[in-house]
């Protein structure tokens, strides 16, 4: 059974960092793609990054690029979302995705696995 479980979450002030953790478990990911999205209250949930599981190809959204890093650790099965320069309008619940295949997908329809969240709260 695939399981997708974030950590990191946290309040911070403006222009701080954070950094997000998703372990992943239950079979290999070496042929996935590992998205990472995000929802606000009353919001609908956004993409903010993908990446390959070898880390070779990333993609991210305008709104954090330059801001955010996705890496990951093949030995620990982990993934990470570096935030830096955070800014009031990043808070909310962080999610991340898997997916088998290639293609970077924007979508959250796209992915197959989710993990349950991590809140992440910016204050000015």
């Known amino acids: 059974q695939v399981q997708l479980v974030e950590s990191g979450g946290g309040l911070v002030q403006a222009g701080g960092s954070l950094r997000l953790s998703c372990a992943a478990s239950?079979?290999?990911?070496?042929?996935?793609?590992m998205g990472w999205f995000r929802q606000a209250p009353g919001k609908e949930r956004e993409f903010v990054g993908a990446?390959?599981?070898?880390?070779?190809?990333?993609y991210y959204a305008d709104s954090v690029k330059g801001r955010f890093t996705i890496s990951g650790d093949n030995v620990n099965n982990t993934v990470y979302l570096q935030m830096n320069s955070l800014k009031p309008e990043d808070t909310a619940v962080y999610y991340c995705a898997a997916r088998r295949g290639t293609l970077l997908l924007t979508t959250p329809r796209g992915y197959d696995y989710w993990g349950q969240g991590t809140q992440v709260t910016v204050s000015s």
């Open positions: 239950g079979r290999t990911f070496s042929s996935d793609v």
């Open positions: 990446c390959s599981w070898s880390g070779s190809r990333t």
